[in-house]
């Protein structure tokens, strides 16, 4: 596991073999209309828009393969949600199903969107990738980059072009980060990459749509909040509340959380195993924030050992970038208490000063 991501998975890293690989019998074209609408999902029956008997058909196919939603272990005593990761036991609560005159476990955690029992199955796409459009020059921004957002951008997407990559870029507020992802996203659509931008607030969700869509006129691109039905269900591109990837299982192969030193991502297991689980195996994870330092406040588990890497950093320009590579291969040949990481000229260095461990 990178990281980074060791911050936010406080026991263990959350365990995603119960999504069906892909199957092998599956690379028929005829089913690319809907391998960009359900590849990448994790559903339930009525949020498939199709009809009894062309699903029924994709089942038998294997090209959507079932799966149970809470697994249960201990005899039935310990539940856990594989839609929302939810393994708080109180979080757990009986009721009578209707359709199997029985009594069920469902999941209280995930109910706002939607309520699964022990018998609702989640549907996953397993037929072939999508494949999208083919841009050769897809960014219609024509503004210009400063050279420090020009240096952020080029780190940004130098590990866009990487698989299994991690990157936190540290922009303070107003420093044009939307602008520093274009030449990154660009990259990525012409790589035929699928991408998501996950967001804690849906204003800034509906901010971003058309921001987006000037930019990148021919990518379809979908904006996901609470309250709003998908309207491009086929989109390449996704810009989500981090709740919305509660939708989501291996879609992505780039995805960017933005503010993710936000209290909600950190006060909620949730967010971390949805974010997590949205992402391909290999998929390249940036992450944005304007205040590293909340990480460790609001982390209740900030005991643990792999925190006291966390860098504390004291800003004297307008950006800091950390590869965290860079920072294990520091930790093993200084015994790190303070170091000094000197970026960019002289007028953009940046001071880091690791924490004790
Ligand atoms: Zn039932
Ligand atoms: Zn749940």
Redesign the pocket.
Known sequence: MNFYKQLFFSKSTPDFSFLPSPSPNTSDENHQDHARKLAGKLLLRDEIVLPDHELQLLLDEHNIQKIKSIASYFNGKRHHCRRCGNSAQHLFASIP??????T?IYCRNCIEMGRV????ALYFWTGPEPVYQEQEDPCAWEGELTPTQTKAATEIEKTITKSNEELLVWAVCGAGKTEMLFPGITTAIKQGKRICLATPRADVVRELLPRFQLAFPNTTTAALYGGVEDKQPDAQFIIATTHQLLRYAHAFDVIIIDEVDAFPFHADPSLPYVAERSAKPNATTIYLTATPRKALKNDPNNKNSELSLFPFAFMVSHYLFLNYNLLSRCKRHFKLTSYQVLFGNGSSNVRILLDKY
């Not at 029992?117 to 609702?120: H, K, L, N, P, S």
């Open positions: 199903c209707m359709r199997c005159d029985t069920h029992m022990a018998c609702t």
